[in-house]
């Protein structure tokens, strides 16, 4: 499982970037990732962030790497789940 803290930080960055939609997220052993739905049905995109992207980083590092790597404006922009990993962003 992934650090709580580090998980919250993410719920965090993504609930003030989307203020006015659901953020949920779950642990998907599968993937060995967190997954974090943003919106409802239809309208969500999805972040699959890996474990060793929480492991290697430092909670109070994670929302800017987040920024860096302008998860948000993928998330906006594309229908797709967005991977996260130490070297950036990928499709699914």
């Not at 999805?46 to 998860?71: G, N, Y």
């Not at 594309?78 to 996260?84: E, F, G, H, Q």
Request: charged content about 30%.
């Amino acid at each position: 499982m992934v650090d709580k803290e580090k998980v919250a930080a993410v719920r965090r960055y993504l609930s003030v970037e989307f203020p006015d939609l659901e953020v949920r997220d779950h642990y998907d052993s599968e993937r060995i990732a967190q997954c974090f739905e943003v919106g409802q049905g239809r309208r969500s995109s999805v972040a699959i962030i890996s474990r060793q992207f929480f492991e290697d980083h430092e909670e109070s590092q994670i929302p800017a790497m987040l920024k860096a790597f302008l998860l948000v404006e993928h998330l906006r922009e594309c229908d797709l789940p967005i991977l996260v990993g130490n070297e950036g962003l990928s499709l699914e």
